[in-house]
């Protein structure tokens, strides 16, 4: 119903836009606000409501009231990241910066907006969250250190591929222990884990590395330094993953979802790079997903 839409696609790729923007040209992003009045600036992101209206009305599910919630949650942000940096120009981290990061984070985990869309397309909800914080993070905050850059180097891979291979035999044994993972003897198509491993990285893999490890760990470090910052951020990647193919609470996929953090913490912060902890992660779900779901 929706494959051949024009429309969504358009829609598809307006959401896209910011993530790929900030991915690959985050010094043109950064600027894009630069002269403007701060008003101005905390206005913008309003936009990101439009892809909203165009999945929406052509299926009869657009909805008034939820058009102003997605128009006014990317403003909300900007404001408050806003008001941080006014606060905070040493970028030590406020209680407006993680408020910001708790909503977003609580909102994705627990599906507060998804509600809004037709069925099966509640990943705009977080992609345009995720646009909303790119926005409000770089363009607004100006936040250094966050390593959002996916024009992978050699290190990069080197980085990620290591914690991949140091986590793997851990994960293993402990989630086959645990009675979370199950092997299964097949060998997908190589087009197919292809599509698997992109879709995993660019969908998954980079909003949460860049959620937790480019924003929350990287504030977290400024306050309590690598070790701590490692050790929280890991254990909060831990519990998102608490209601995920469980209808209570999933301790076992917490447990090796916190470790797993743990190594996309090391692989972030060895060079502060995004794309070395999505890889690293993007490598896990996929080889989990192919072989031992």
């Known amino acids: 119903m929706f494959a051949m839409n024009p429309v969504l696609v358009i829609a598809a790729i307006l959401t896209l836009l910011p993530l790929l923007a900030a991915a690959f040209f985050a010094g043109r992003v950064k600027g894009f606000g ?20 165009l999945v929406t009305w052509p299926v009869g599910a657009f909805r ?22 006014r606060v905070d120009p040493e970028q030590r981290g406020t209680w407006r910066d993680f408020l910001v990061l708790g909503a977003l984070g609580l909102a994705v985990d627990l599906r507060w907006l998804e509600g809004a869309w037709p069925p099966h397309l509640a990943v705009f909800s977080k992609m345009l969250l995720l646009d909303a914080g790119i926005y409000g993070f770089l363009v607004v905050r100006e936040l250094d250190g966050v390593g959002f850059d996916l024009r ?33 003897a097949i060998w997908p198509k190589p087009l197919l884990l292809l599509g698997a491993f992109v879709f995993t990285f660019l969908f998954i893999a980079v909003p949460e590395e860049l ?39 999933n301790w076992r996929y917490v447990v090796l979802a916190a470790l797993a953090g743990v190594f996309y913490g090391r692989a972030w912060r060895q060079e502060r ?19 031992l779901r």
């Open 152 to 184: 992978l180097s050699l290190r990069d891979v080197r980085i990620g591929l290591r914690e991949f291979c140091f986590y793997t035999p851990v994960a293993i044994g402990l989630g086959l222990a645990l009675g979370f993972l199950h092997a299964h």
């Open 211 to 249: 959620f937790f490890r480019g924003w929350l760990q990287n504030l977290l470090e400024r306050r309590w330094g690598r070790g701590w910052s490692l050790t929280v951020t890991a254990v909060l990647f831990g519990l998102s993953h608490f209601n995920k193919r469980a209808v209570h609470f």
């Open 34 to 53: 630069a002269g403007l009045p701060d008003w101005v600036r905390m206005l913008q992101p309003g936009v990101l409501v439009v892809p909203y209206g």
């Open 64 to 85: 008034w009231g939820w058009f102003g919630v997605y128009l006014a949650v990317p403003v909300v942000v900007a404001g408050m990241l806003l008001w941080a940096r």
């Open 273 to 291: 790079r995004v794309g070395a902890s999505a890889l690293t992660h993007a490598c896990v779900d996929t080889v989990w997903s192919q072989w």
